[in-house]
């Protein structure tokens, strides 16, 4: 049997490959109770210890969008005086550089942080952040950073894209937003910032619907029930 993570990636394959009557079995998240060591941002980069940590984890690639989280921290007071954009991974050079020439050009040096790749475990980063972000551009398989953060009650704002609908509920286990969307990122993000009791409801919710929807567990039983009971 042909087995692909996500009801997007189906539709995809099965209309750009010779690939048909694809199973879904989405990804699955060994769930953690508590990280105690998570890693600390604020002290390892020296960062205001009023600062909220908002955080992006993954290869920087244009595609995932971190030109519009700078854009939208550039058009936001809000966001520059009470947040901090760290920006968790490596990628190709020019890129990375590119990344920085806008930072640069925004007057956000102080406000913008780049950790390069970090070696700690991907649980460990994501619990340092206090909302994760995933601005893709155009789609995602799955998003797994996405689900980590949420099973480690980590508040969550990504694109409308790809199979980021089918693990998050919008306004429920966490905030959808279109791609490139400027005013609407800047919104939301302002809106969760300013509102903790928004944040602590999502964060539940998000642990509750991973736990009940995409928990390794769940994903073993799916492979089981299609590899051998077919």
Known sequence: PLITVSHASKRLLESFT??????????????????????????????????????????????KGHATILEVFRQSDCLKQKAQFVIVGSGNELLVDNLKSKVKKYGLEHIVT???????????IIAGFDMLVMPTIDFEGFGYSMAEAMSLEVPVI?????????VIEDGKSGLLVEPQDIAGWK???????????????????????IEENFSAK????????????K
């Open 218 to 229: 769940m994903m073993s039983q799916n492979y089981y029930d299609i590899l051998v009971n």
């Open 18 to 63: 010779p690939l048909k009557n694809l199973n879904v079995v989405y990804n699955g998240l060994e769930l953690k109770e508590k990280i105690n060591d998570k890693y600390n941002f604020k002290r390892e980069w020296k960062i205001e210890h009023n600062k909220t940590i908002v955080g992006i984890i993954g290869p920087n690639d244009p595609h």
């Open 114 to 124: 780049f950790t390069g790749f970090l070696s700690d475990d991907s649980s460990k």
């Open 158 to 166: 990504a694109s409308k894209v790809g199979a980021i609908p089918e």
């Open 187 to 209: 919104n939301r993000l302002e809106n969760l910032l300013e509102n903790d009791t928004l944040c602590n409801e999502i964060a539940v919710v998000a642990r509750k619907r």
